[in-house]
């Protein structure tokens, strides 16, 4: 059995956030180009090939269902999550979106409370109450322009969090880690397909290597997102996932020329600051 080495996590989880915003950037050059079923169509088509080797890892025993119904709530809320964390991509920077989408661990920590029984309290609370004062510094609903893709992102950040407690309970009930990967990526490829047929546009050459490099690049940094999660404490390596607005900052500023003003600074400090101490907090009282 290997040694646990937390610089190789670090190291994953920084790369994996780095291919993340690379998609992200590739979500967006792609907007207005090829509808958004078949984006969500080539992030889940062009990610199979690249997760054959961990299904085949799981053998057929694997890939069997324990729970279907919590599958398909997985797969519900998984395909809301990322159908409306792509439309952001096309309508806002990538900052906003990333930061936006670091609300989903704010509202896992409320919709806990009644959906998994955990314990509530005024930390936990607080902590939220500010993430979300950081959201209204971003979106500052009298600007006009931004609100609506902002909500549809805020709305995709709630179905990410219900998509985790569903696992939650698909891990209790004994469903592998390959089954839940295997049957979401399928069922959202089969679920994109059906909505992107009646509109279909066919790819250019360079539009169908940007929907290659969405899939795979998304698959690629999921495992590696995995991986660091299975190698080293989660509470050591979760705070380097915000290494994405870094990222995504860069890469918004490189090819959209998107600068964030000082109250999208702000909002994304705030978001970003209540996180970080909500993280810490829930650390420590882990026993």
């Known amino acids: 059995m290997s040694t646990p080495d937390p610089r190789r996590a670090i190291a994953a989880i920084l790369l994996a956030s780095l291919l993340y915003a690379g998609m992200g950037a590739c979500v967006k050059a792609l907007a207005g180009e090829v509808p958004l079923a078949q984006v969500v169509l080539g992030r889940n088509l062009f990610a199979l090939p690249v997760l054959l080797p961990l299904l085949l890892r799981g053998g057929r025993a694997g890939l069997r269902m324990r729970a279907p119904g919590l599958h398909a709530q997985r797969l519900a809320w998984g395909f809301l999550g990322m159908a409306t964390a792509f439309h952001g991509y096309a309508h806002l920077p990538l900052a906003t979106v990333t930061a936006l989408g670091f609300t989903m661990p704010l509202m896992l920590a409320l919709l806990a409370v009644p959906l998994l029984g955990e314990r509530m309290d005024r930390a936990r609370l607080l902590c939220a109450a500010i993430g979300f004062g950081g959201v209204l510094l971003m979106v500052r609903p009298g600007d006009g322009g931004a609100v609506a893709p902002s909500l549809v992102v805020l ?129 420590a009282l882990r026993p």
């Open 155 to 283: 709305a995709g950040a709630f179905a990410w969090a219900m998509a985790m407690i569903t696992i939650r309970r698909m891990g209790a009930s004994g469903e592998s880690g390959v089954a839940i990967v295997f049957w979401f990526s399928l069922g959202s490829a089969l679920l994109a397909l059906v909505w992107a047929l009646p509109g279909w546009v066919w790819p250019t050459p360079r539009q169908w290597l940007l929907l290659a490099v969405v899939g795979g690049v998304a698959a690629f940094a999921q495992m590696l997102m995995t991986e660091a999660y299975r190698s080293a404490d989660p509470t050591l390596v979760a705070p380097f996932e915000y290494s994405a607005i870094i990222w995504t900052t860069g890469l918004g500023v490189a090819f959209w020329a998107d600068w964030p003003d000082g109250w999208d600074a702000l909002g994304i400090a705030v978001l970003v600051g209540a996180g970080l101490w909500l993280w810490r907090r829930e650390a």
